[in-house]
């Protein structure tokens, strides 16, 4: 497993949170919006030596406090994605798979790309899907 560095994670963790309204369980969330990827690619422009504009490589992250449950996660998205791993986070009780693909992206195209990603959270009843981080191709 070769060791990444990524300039810019993206501002917003993003949990699904449970809501007890009355007798009913809703799930709610808060999701990363359009105008925050625009930021990101507006710095990511401004600030990095970056084809914005060309392949990048993009990490997206999961969290869940059931090591299987993101398994099945990662079996879905094995085929479409390579598979950093899944690893236990320190000093908490739960587990994040870490996946990744190299894309071209503009803001539509990754807030749709998140749009799949809570899809898929929500499927596998996954505690979040905490987001992206980026940086060059590796060579």
Same mark, same amino acid.
């Given at each position: ?7 810019? !994670?993206?501002? *917003? ?12 369980? *809703? $799930?709610?969330?808060?999701? %990363?919006?359009?105008? $925050? ?7 990511? +422009?401004?600030?990095? !030596?970056?084809?914005?504009?060309? !392949? ?8 869940? #406090?059931? /090591? ?5 996660? @990662?079996? =879905?998205?094995? @085929?479409?994605? +390579? ?6 986070? !320190?000093?908490? $009780?739960?587990? +994040?798979?870490? %996946? /990744?693909?190299? /894309?071209?992206?503009? #803001?539509?195209?990754?807030?749709? +790309?998140? @749009? =799949?990603?809570?899809?898929?959270? =929500? ?12 940086? #060059?191709?590796?060579?």
């Amino acid at each position: 497993m070769k060791a990444h560095h990524f300039l810019y !994670p993206l501002i *917003a963790a993003v949990s699904l949170n449970v809501a007890v309204q009355g007798n009913a369980v *809703a $799930q709610t969330e808060q999701r %990363i919006q359009l105008s $925050q990827i625009e930021t990101m690619f507006v710095n990511m +422009r401004a600030k990095t !030596p970056w084809n914005v504009d060309g !392949p990048l490589l993009w990490g997206y992250f999961f969290f869940d #406090p059931s /090591e299987e449950k993101l398994k099945g996660a @990662a079996k =879905e998205l094995a @085929a479409n994605y +390579r598979i950093v791993g899944i690893t236990e986070v !320190p000093g908490r $009780q739960t587990f +994040r798979l870490h %996946i /990744e693909k190299v /894309e071209v992206h503009s #803001p539509a195209s990754l807030h749709a +790309r998140n @749009a =799949e990603l809570y899809e898929v959270a =929500e499927k596998h009843k996954l505690a979040s899907y905490d987001g992206m981080d980026v940086g #060059p191709v590796p060579k």
